[in-house]
T-cell receptor, first 111, second 116 residues
Framework: AQSVAQPEDQVNVAEGNPLTVKCTYSVSGNPYLFWYVQYPNRGLQFLLKYITGDNLVKGSYGFEAEFNKSQTSFHLKKPSALVSDSALYFCAVRDDNDMRFGAGTRLTVKP | GAVVSQHPSRVICKSGTSVKIECRSLDFQATTMFWYRQFPKQSLMLMATSNEGSKATYEQGVEKDKFLINHASLTLSTLTVTSAHPEDSSFYIC????????????FGSGTRLTVV
């Protein structure tokens, strides 16, 4: 069965610094990987996805993620964090039947 | 494209009453919709999966008689919290997918339910 893991509950970075939110996955077959962001009292918003092709995927709000097959990882990155990036981030993996979410990582960007 | 509308965004109800939350896919047909519950500072908990025209599939531990799900059309699913109690207060989120694996899910904006 597929699954994703987000090893960090909380990530703190200073504004302007690069950020990384980690995600590892386990699937049988080709992975369909997604990142979502959730702001307080809101639903989840799609950031980016990896289906096939280039390992570096660019998404919304300047975020990107790198698919690494050998390490089964799909870490979310941004070169320069903004205070407004503070939110809850979910990694997810999809198969034919459903989507599995990680536990979420709370990102806090401090001025 | 791929917009999911969920409403109400906030609702306050009295204990013992029922509350209905609607989830609509606005520009695509959603063969499958999902209902999640989210507690403060916690991840999403899948409550049930609803398929158009058939009974919902509930996750273990979710009371199907308390959380009634109806997916009567390809664009509408409803979650009714029956005989609500304060412990049902939570943030409920729906999501929908047309069924294609590379499409991902689209989420509604969530409903904050407060039972007093």
């Amino acid at each position: 069965a597929q699954s994703v893991a987000q090893p960090e509950d909380q990530v703190n970075v200073a504004e302007g610094n690069p950020l990384t939110v980690k995600c590892t996955y386990s699937v049988s077959g080709n992975p369909y990987l997604f990142w979502y962001v959730q702001y307080p009292n809101r639903g989840l918003q799609f950031l980016l996805k990896y289906i096939t092709g280039d390992n570096l995927v660019k998404g919304s709000y300047g975020f990107e993620a790198e698919f690494n097959k050998s390490q089964t990882s799909f870490h979310l990155k941004k070169p320069s964090a903004l205070v407004s990036d503070s939110a809850l981030y979910f990694c997810a993996v999809r198969d034919d039947n459903d989507m599995r979410f990680g536990a979420g990582t709370r990102l806090t960007v401090k001025p | 494209g791929a917009v999911v509308s969920q409403h109400p965004s906030r609702v306050i109800c009295k204990s013992g009453t029922s509350v209905k939350i609607e989830c609509r896919s606005l520009d695509f047909q959603a063969t499958t919709m999902f209902w999640y519950r989210q507690f403060p500072k916690q991840s999403l908990m899948l409550m049930a999966t609803s398929n158009e025209g058939s009974k919902a599939t509930y996750e273990q531990g979710v009371e199907k008689d308390k959380f009634l799900i109806n997916h009567a059309s390809l664009t509408l699913s409803t979650l009714t919290v029956t005989s609500a109690h304060p412990e049902d207060s939570s943030f409920y989120i729906c999501s929908a997918t047309p069924g294609w694996k590379n499409y991902g899910y689209t989420f509604g904006s969530g409903t904050r339910l407060t039972v007093v």
